[in-house]
């Protein structure tokens, strides 16, 4: 079992920047692929940065070249640093970790954490 907790969010202006953190417990990470998914309300979640364990890494359209997904295998800690915040970046943002076949399918991650919620003031 991994057990995984967001640092807290919170409300940034448009432009501006946020670091998320997730610490995991529970098992190390250093084997496991680990990503960054968001859900505004209405929406379905969606991938928004994945790290597979062999280095590989995926960003959605969106958020590509603002966002930057990455982890500290001796913390055992995930990072999302945002940059260039829009008001369409609003949402809960959710960190997990599978240790198997991942993609940008919600259903391919086995471990959550609770959300964090994200608000860009426009």
């Known amino acids: 079992q991994v057990q995984l907790v967001e640092s807290r969010g919170g409300v940034v202006q448009a432009g501006g920047s946020l670091n998320l953190s997730c610490a995991a417990s529970?098992?190390?990470?250093?084997?496991?692929?680990v990503a960054w998914f968001r859900q505004a309300p209405g929406k379905e979640r969606e991938a928004a940065a994945i790290n597979w364990s062999d280095g590989r890494v995926y960003y959605a359209d969106s958020v590509k070249d603002r966002f930057a997904i990455s982890r500290d295998n001796a913390k055992n800690t995930i990072f999302l640093q945002m940059n260039s915040l829009k008001f369409e970046d609003t949402a809960a943002y959710y960190c997990?970790?599978?240790?198997?076949?991942?993609?940008?399918?919600?259903?391919?991650?086995?471990?959550w954490g609770q959300g964090t919620q994200v608000t860009v003031d426009s």
């Open positions: 529970g098992r190390t990470l250093d084997r496991f692929n």
């Open positions: 997990a970790a599978d240790g198997g076949y991942s993609s940008v399918r919600p259903t391919s991650w086995g471990f």
